[in-house]
């Protein structure tokens, strides 16, 4: 069973830096084929997609936020670790981690989808 | 702005059917890219419904069901229910941003 849950702090200030780990079971981040996504999503709004890390360590960054955005993965430790730099309000959000399949039942699909999400984190950012 | 358009809210009686519409661009669902479909009730996780199209992930039941063509696609409910009132959103990949792309999510509500 596939279980992700996200963690770090609820209240950030302006300018800081917010650090979100994601500690996942059920699969293995050095499995071929295998990724875990950070999605967030505004207090009443749509969901964003933010990053990606493979389990060959290649990353995927939304290019809107690439220059604040670093992913990086613990194997070991069963955890994904998402930095984003200079926070502002409008960076509040409920921040979640996905992992990511593109096939299932012997079919791979053009792009993948987050069939596993975590609960949630909701970090607001004020001073 | 989202790059995936989708209605903000559609609304059903009980046991009618409803449809809720994805409309993307030649860069991602008419690129042949797949679209997936996540519900998200109240004050929880999105959770995914249909991935790749049509397919339906065990455990949903067949009321919902999926399709695309062209540069759309669409997720169809019959058979509401109240506890399907919940937003739903597509998700497919934009080859021309490279980025996963949703929608800006529609509101169910079951009247």
């Known amino acids: 069973q596939i279980t992700l849950k996200e963690s770090g702090p609820t209240l950030v200030k302006p300018t800081q830096t917010l650090t979100l780990t994601c500690t996942f079971s059920?699969?293995?981040?050095?499995?071929?084929?295998?990724?875990v996504g950070w999605i967030r999503q505004p207090p009443g709004k749509a969901l964003e997609w933010l990053a990606l890390?493979?389990?060959?360590?290649?990353?995927r960054y939304s290019p809107s936020l690439k220059s604040r955005l670093t992913i990086t993965k613990d194997t070991s430790k069963n955890q994904v670790v998402l930095t984003m730099t200079n926070m502002d309000p409008v960076d509040t959000a409920t921040y979640y981690c996905?992992?990511?399949?593109?096939?299932?039942?012997?079919?791979?699909?053009?792009?993948?989808?987050?069939?596993?999400w975590g609960q949630g984190t909701l970090v607001t950012v004020s001073s | 702005q989202s790059v995936l358009t989708q209605p903000p809210s559609v609304s059903g009686a009980p046991g009618q059917r409803v449809t809720i519409s994805c409309t993307g661009s030649s860069s991602n669902i008419g690129a042949d890219y797949d679209v997936h479909w996540y519900q998200q009730l109240p004050g929880t996780a999105p959770k995914l419904l249909i991935y790749g199209n049509s397919n339906r992930p065990s455990g949903v039941p067949d009321r919902f069901s999926g399709s695309k063509s062209g540069t759309s696609a669409s997720l169809a409910i019959t058979g509401l229910q109240a506890e399907d009132e919940a937003d739903y959103y597509c998700q497919s990949y934009d080859s021309s941003l490279s980025v996963v792309v949703f929608g800006g999510g529609t509101k169910l509500t079951v009247l």
């Open positions: 890390i493979y389990w060959n360590d290649d990353k």
């Open positions: 996905a992992h990511r399949r593109e096939c299932s039942g012997g079919r791979c699909y053009a792009g993948y989808y987050f069939d596993y």
């Open positions: 059920g699969f293995s981040l050095s499995t071929s084929g295998v990724g």
